[in-house]
């Protein structure tokens, strides 16, 4: 089939050819709605008259439209128009990789750049339980923004026999052999359980992978033959030349990552394209030290003066541990307190956010440290790190990895990514899923294999085996008493009991650290506080107060505290609401902590689109979450001094004036439409609830919805009618709630497992902008409002805070970037792909927006701080014996 230039398939107008495969011609063509130029794939007669085979196009197509990747090509679009079948894709301008390849071997930068790129985007379709399947240089386009990846997933239309089609029965080819009608791909790239008609996973697309590196890196074929049969022997008996032999420079630890890719047994390959990844970027960085010599000239010469740096750190550090170890096992009068620092891996940075300080748990052994870090994408990895090491390795990588605990023997770790709980061994593997219920409230792990944890801020605390299964609750959340959930739990030595935490609807009146029983429903009060607890043999109570770190005598076996609570650190990271600290021990006296700089006060900036500042005339204080009223004459803000309480600024005197005075806390704001009224919820009457209040101050705060849960206000609809507000559940994280004026009435609007937080309504009121982490991180998405419909997902590398100008632009932020998003509404919702205005370090990330845009669109209003340097973990050694030695506390 040949379509004419000019031709129409829907709103798409064919302007020439571009090339012919097995699966079909593809055109380039422009879309004559949004004014760009796309690529538009025709499916072949003899799968488009198959209505099987369309339908399964058509559900494959709306999982590859999923994957929102740099180095993936994006998926815009599937129609039908007179019979045919077509995809819109995204229109690349470049080579293929096997065009680049017939001119011989790639630089070894360029080699690694393009393997990192083409192994990040398999990680993102590995994670959405997509397989290539097909995967070579044909498939690879070279741009000039890097790699795309083609054809993602479409290759499963090109099986027509069975999987178990006997090897007799393969066609013979001359050139660029594929076996079509019999087994899936191309076979130079093909694992030997594809060759065989096994089933196939994940691991499959990375022996393809480490074949195409391995072309790139030496200009020949890791397998090739005069025959099928001849290069099906070669792929399932030989093993390829070392790359080194055809290529000395190679460094070796790329020459070894290669070799494993490339093994025969899918079980004695990289488990995950994460992990070959990030050993890409490690020795991109000139992380190989085998070989280092040769490799320096290419790559790592730029990092000869960081890495002396690191040697010295590491002497001086290993001396420190030497030092400990001859103090710990001598007398008790040589036993000394060691410190040290842990700065996160290289391009990695701790989670900064506010509600995630659980991200660090040291081994019950005392020898070994597990912590979560981010990327510049916000993708979360898991790592362990020795603590006579220099150097930490990745165990996990996900989209969001939070709360990692240790198995009592310390041979393995579990976390919860969101949706699930999981374990992995430190001496490697996959991770396994132990219960399908994250534990993002904290976990602990008894020598009878039994784990407690919590799924969040809402859930009491659950029992599950370490050998996995289903949870079940050991304590119950007393909504009659103020308590909105359970959380931290922690195992005494008895293997029985434990502590845990109780947050209150109001905050510290209603919170406290309790202590149950696996084999009793009696709790009894430890400690009325907001904090979370730790024991610490042999015989210390560890909690928070506010951000300092204390520490009191405990008897574990009556369950009581003794003596007073001594201070250790102060200014740790730490969450107010859920009352988790970045703190961990060990059984032998490991303490672990990161302490948060202090950000100073802030003061409010404009900033134009260019990134250009200019400071409003105001104090400086603990400012948040900015709004502008609707004439953009005055600023609604939360301060955080005493308490949090709303305050006005207005931006032309440059004068503060304080709106609430009653509770502790009052925050997340909404200006109505007219300008007249503060919307913000408040803890004054105990839950935090919805209020309003007159602007000029005439009058004092409304009452507008009551709940049992929290509310956090967010926007006004244009007419004044509807507030949409965010609502904490019992068992579904956040939710989006509408509350209707006319009617006095809440009702829910979207609610999930996952959380769907900061709904702001588009400027015409028919559309709803929010951000949700249904993916495993928080993304932006529209949504109709208030009719039924698809929604849209705006974000592609992550996203939070979402804010409408007037224009129709909507903006959002991706931590330090500045998005920028056009859309229309009318007649329909369209969205162009996300533009970066700007990076800046703005006040924080939040789940509620912490900055405001001007109603054209042309200035934005942030919180601008003091810089302030990468805080990292401290670890003591012997944390007790500085107690001990300042005569502060005697032996519990």
């Known amino acids: 089939m040949g379509l004419r230039n000019g031709t129409q398939l829907g709103p798409y107008e064919i302007l020439s050819a571009v090339g012919a495969g097995g699966m079909g011609e593809v055109y380039r063509a422009r879309d004559t709605r949004l004014e760009r130029i796309v690529a538009i794939k025709i499916l072949p007669d003899h799968l488009a008259d198959r209505s099987e085979l369309r339908e399964r196009f058509e559900r494959e197509a709306r999982t590859i439209a999923s994957l929102n990747h740099a180095h993936i090509c994006t998926l815009y679009d599937i129609g039908k128009q007179n019979g045919t079948d077509y995809l819109v894709m995204e229109y690349l301008e470049g080579e293929t990789l096997a065009e680049r390849l017939k001119k011989g071997p ?78 899936l791909g191309t076979l130079q790239y093909m694992a030997p359980e594809q060759v065989e008609g096994k089933s196939v996973d994940a691991r499959t697309d990375i022996f393809a992978f480490g074949v195409v590196v391995y072309e790139m890196a030496t200009g020949k074929k890791a397998f090739e033959g005069k025959s099928q049969a001849s290069l099906i022997a070669k792929i399932l008996e030989t093993e390829p030349v070392p790359m080194s032999t055809l290529q000395p420079m190679t460094p070796p630890a790329l020459d070894h990552l290669v070799k494993r890719c490339l093994a025969k047994t899918p079980d004695e390959r990289w488990q995950s394209a994460r992990d070959i990844c990030e050993q890409l970027r490690w020795i991109s960085d000139g992380g190989s030290q085998a070989g280092l010599t040769a490799f320096i000239p290419a790559v790592a010469q730029r990092n000869l003066k960081k890495r002396i740096v690191w040697i010295t750190a590491a002497a001086i550090l290993v001396a420190a541990l030497i030092t400990a170890v001859i103090y710990y096992h001598g007398s008790p009068e040589e036993v000394r307190t060691v410190r040290f620092t842990v700065a996160p891996p ?45 150097t930490a390795q990745p165990l996990a990588s996900l989209d969001f990895a939070s709360a990692p605990f240790w198995s009592p023997d310390s041979r393995f770790i579990a976390f919860s990514d969101v949706s699930s709980l999981k374990k992995v061994a430190i001496s490697g593997g996959p991770a396994q899923t132990i219960t399908a219920s994250g534990a993002s409230g904290g976990g602990s792990w008894n020598r009878d294999g039994v784990i ?179 004439d953009g004459q005055r600023v609604a803000v939360t301060i ?199 990076e800046g370090n703005y006040g924080s990330y939040q789940s509620l927006p912490d900055y405001d845009v001007t109603s054209d669109g042309q200035r934005l209003l942030f919180l601008k701080g003091s810089e302030q340097p990468q805080s990292e973990i401290s670890v003591v050694l012997n944390w007790t014996e500085e107690l001990r030695r300042q005569g502060q506390v005697g032996k519990p």
Do not use: C
Not at 156 to 168: F, Y
Not at 353 to 372: E, I, M, R, W, Y
Not at 540 to 562: C, H, I, N, S, V
């Open 106 to 183: 790639l630089p070894l930068d360029q080699v690694l750049q393009y393997a990192i790129e083409i192994s990040d985007a398999l990680d993102k379709a590995h994670r959405k339980g997509i397989t290539h399947r097909d995967l070579k240089p044909g498939n690879i386009m070279l741009t000039k923004s890097g790699t795309k990846l083609l054809d993602f997933g479409l290759a499963k239309l090109r099986q027509e026999a069975a999987p178990g089609s006997p090897l007799s029965q393969l066609p013979t080819a001359n050139e660029g052999i594929t076996a079509q009608g019999t087994i």
């Open 346 to 390: 290289e391009k990695q940075t701790f989670p900064v956010l506010a509600n995630t300080p659980s991200f660090l748990s040291v081994s019950p052994d005392g020898t070994k440290l597990a912590f979560v870090s981010e990327d510049t994408g916000g993708r979360f990895t898991l790592w362990l790190r020795g603590l006579d090491s220099q």
């Open 452 to 630: 407690l944890f919590s799924s969040g801020p809402s859930s009491p605390i659950l029992r599950v085996s370490s050998a996995g299964g289903a949870a079940t609750p050991v304590t119950l959340v007393d909504s009659s008493r103020q308590q909105l959930g359970h959380a931290w739990p922690t195992f005494l030595p008895d293997r029985k009991h434990f502590l845990y935490t109780v947050i209150g609807n109001n905050g510290p009146e209603n919170s406290g650290i309790y202590a149950g029983s696996l084999d009793s429903k009696e709790t009894k009060l430890i400690l009325k506080i907001s904090s979370f607890a730790l024991y610490s043999p042999p015989g210390y109570l560890l909690f928070m107060r506010g951000g300092t770190l204390l520490a009191q005598p405990f008897d574990a076996d009556r369950l009581e505290l003794k003596g007073d609570a001594i201070p250790i650190v102060e200014s740790v990271q730490f969450n107010s609401l859920n009352g988790k600290g970045a703190v961990a021990i060990s059984q032998n006296g490991v303490l672990a902590y990161r302490v948060v700089p202090s950000t100073g006060e802030l003061k409010p900036v404009w900033v134009d689109r260019r990134g250009a500042e200019q400071p409003l005339a105001a104090p400086s204080h603990a400012y948040r979450n900015p709004r502008l009223s609707p």
């Open 640 to 838: 955080d001094e005493s308490g949090s309480q709303e305050w006005l600024l207005d931006i032309g005197r440059g004068t503060l004036t304080r709106l609430t005075f009653e509770g502790s806390y009052n925050g997340g704001t909404a200006w109505t439409p007219d300008g007249k009224r503060v919307t913000f919820g408040s803890d004054r009457t105990g839950t935090r609830n919805l209020f309003w209040q007159l602007a000029d101050g005439s009058s004092g705060a409304e009452r507008i919805a009551t709940s049992d849960r929290t509310q956090v206000a967010s926007s006004w609809s244009p007419d004044g009618q509807n507030l949409a507000f965010e609502l904490a559940g019992a068992t579904t994280g956040f939710d989006i709630w509408m509350f209707h004026l006319g009617e006095r009435k809440a009702e829910p609007f979207l609610q999930s497992r996952s959380n769907e937080i900061a709904p702001r309504f588009s400027p015409d009121g028919h559309w709803l902008a929010y951000a949700s982490d249904e993916s495993g991180r928080y993304e932006i998405y529209v949504q109709p409002y208030p009719g039924v419909g698809g929604k849209w997902q705006i974000s592609t590398e992550g996203g939070a805070e979402p804010v409408w100008a007037r224009n129709g632009e909507l903006f959002y932020r991706n931590r330090e970037k500045v998005m920028i998003v056009e859309t229309t509404t009318r007649p329909t919702f369209s969205a162009a792909n996300p533009k970066m205005l700007f």
